[in-house]
């Protein structure tokens, strides 16, 4: 079966097509054939930094990608016999780029109802469930105001229609190029530069997407002390007071999720999709654009990737 291998740390040009055994299934297996594939910022991150996660990142090659849609076409004898023919959503850290994937951990295994497609279930992996984990980081500083970096990214969006209820005032910070494109996803909020945004004198904190220190720096000279939490950043010389937090796993909340899908509470932003075989122009489109929604990537057989 075909596989998309990182070689090496040079980054995207360093994917290569291999062909490598099909999966034996072990009795507590479960075996998908992949259809659908997100395209995310770690991906590219992963295959420049031999030290940017765990996972053994480092041991090469491996196989990309951390998750994606399939159909379940064997379920060893001692593994949930009704998974067999569910089209299923996975996470696995340990490699998603291949035509066949087999999963041993039950509560990494989605089912999903028709009412939500491919392309919604695999936006949903690495990115939402970090959502959950600021939704609650905020519900915690029990502030005023939060004002959002990168509001228009697939995490912002999915963040911002997470924190309906939130009783404080949300203030996302947008870059010119993407305002018009956030207006469009957020009709009824108002989004700000950061020379725009008002001095905000109540309890505010920063939730940062965006991981621009030089952003930040600017925040910062409205609004000296204000703690920064950031998904993007791990650490900085130049941004003190500031947090790095990073999804917990939590399985009920993809479920939930994948309810809210469902009864249509939640939209996933959805950008273009490409074939297998156009990983690397895939990834390289994903890097050096405006984020207008989760790029995808398709599994057709029978084909060679592209230079
Ligand atoms: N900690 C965790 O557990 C975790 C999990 C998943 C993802 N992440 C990280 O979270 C971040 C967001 O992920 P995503 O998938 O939502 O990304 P995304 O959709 O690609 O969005 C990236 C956002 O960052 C903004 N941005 C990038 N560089 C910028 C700069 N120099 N100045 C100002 N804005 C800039 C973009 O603005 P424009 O669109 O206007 O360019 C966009 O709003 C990524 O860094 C990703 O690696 C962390």
Known sequence: MKTIYQTDFSGIDGLALAEIARPIVPVNGILIKMTMLPVVPSDWKRELDPHATAEA???L???IGIGGVGRVVEVGEQQDQALMNRRVLIMNPKGSYSEYVVMTQREFVFPLP???????AAALTAGPGTALTLVQAIHERAVNNVVITGANSVIGLVLLQ???DFSGHIWPIVSS?????FRQQRPTDVCYTVTSLPVLTETTVVIDLAGSEELLQRLRTWMPAVPVISIALTESDV??????VHEEFNAAGYRQFICQIAAHELVIPVDRQFLFTQVKEAQRYAKMSHSRGRVLVTLTSKETIND
């Open 162 to 164: 997470q924190l309906s």
């Open 177 to 181: 190029a993407s305002q018009a494109y």
């Open 57 to 59: 990142a480092a041991k």
């Open 239 to 244: 941004i003190d007071n500031l947090t790095f």
């Open 114 to 120: 028709d009412a939500v497609s491919d392309e919604q």
């Open 61 to 63: 090659p491996r196989t």
